[in-house]
């Protein structure tokens, strides 16, 4: 089990990675959809933290100033890819909604 979890969180980082390094050519919606199967793979494997970031950034891509919404969540991700509990999810969110206020 830990051997399949650490292969999601990988996996994780890589297509953060790559939304990273390609978000100023998607769309807001293409930003939306690659979150969004982000938030249901994190939900699946129970990554609550990531799972609220990711639903978070899918939310923000679809309103004005995405650019900046999506680059904040995603400085955030690491430390949500590997938080452990629900109090590391709120410091997580309550970060980005800081940077984003």
């Known amino acids: ?3 399949s979890l650490d292969d ?3 996996d994780l980082q890589r297509r953060l990675h790559d939304i990273r390094s390609r ?3 998607l769309s807001p919606l293409d930003i939306h959809a690659r979150m969004d ?3 249901g793979e994190a939900d699946r494997a129970g990554l ?3 799972e609220g970031l990711a639903r978070m950034s899918a939310q923000l891509a679809l309103l004005p100033g995405c650019r900046v919404a999506t680059r904040a969540c ?3 991700a690491s430390d949500a890819i590997g938080a ?3 109090a590391e999810r709120q410091a997580i ?3 980005v909604a800081l940077r984003l206020n």
């Open 1 to 3: 089990m830990r051997d």
């Open 8 to 10: 999601l969180r990988h």
């Open 23 to 25: 978000a100023e050519a």
């Open 37 to 39: 199967a982000i938030r």
């Open 48 to 50: 609550h933290a990531m």
């Open 74 to 76: 995603l400085d955030h």
């Open 84 to 86: 452990a509990s629900p």
């Open 93 to 95: 969110l309550a970060a």
